[in-house]
């Protein structure tokens, strides 16, 4: 999913990336993932990233935190297989730092509201739960 600010000139603010077992099957797959994510980052783009993939075990956040230079607590020592994670570059006191929110994900637990930010003082709350809900609605799925 993608998200653009109409008042300012349609510029691409936010990304919600849903990681499919395709994204998780190769090193090349993965940095390729990776490296679509630290691009949006860098054009100062929120992203969000939701695994909930049950047949491979790497973490793309994780990858993505290595490639740009950075890390997360939580990712330790051993990083989950199922999570979300918002991230976002922000200014402060002339300085760029990098924003993450993240948690693990369990097999038959809800899915957690996280935020989507639209510009650097607005963030909404993506409801990935209620979204979910509804998709399954829609699909007919039980």
């Known amino acids: 999913m993608r998200v653009y600010d109409e008042k300012r000139h349609c510029r691409f603010v936010a990304a919600v990336e849903i ?10 797959q993965r940095r390729a993932f990776v490296s679509k994510c630290a691009g949006l980052l860098q054009e100062r783009v929120s992203v969000v990233i939701v695994d909930v993939v049950t047949t491979r075990t790497q973490n793309l956040y994780g990858e993505l935190l290595d490639l740009i230079g950075h890390s997360d607590p939580s990712l330790s020592p051993e990083p989950p297989p199922l999570y979300v994670a918002a991230c976002r570059l922000a200014k402060r006191a002339n300085e760029w730092l990098l924003e993450t ?6 097999l038959g637990g809800s899915l957690p509201t996280v935020p989507l930010w639209l510009a650097d003082d607005l963030a909404v709350p993506l409801e990935l739960d209620d979204s979910y809900e509804q998709s399954c609605g829609i699909l007919s799925i039980p």
Do not use: F
Not at 19 to 28: G, H, I, M, T
Not at 101 to 106: F, V
């Open 19 to 28: 990681v499919s077992p395709a994204n998780k099957d190769r090193p090349e």
């Open 101 to 106: 929110w993240a948690q693990s994900l369990g």
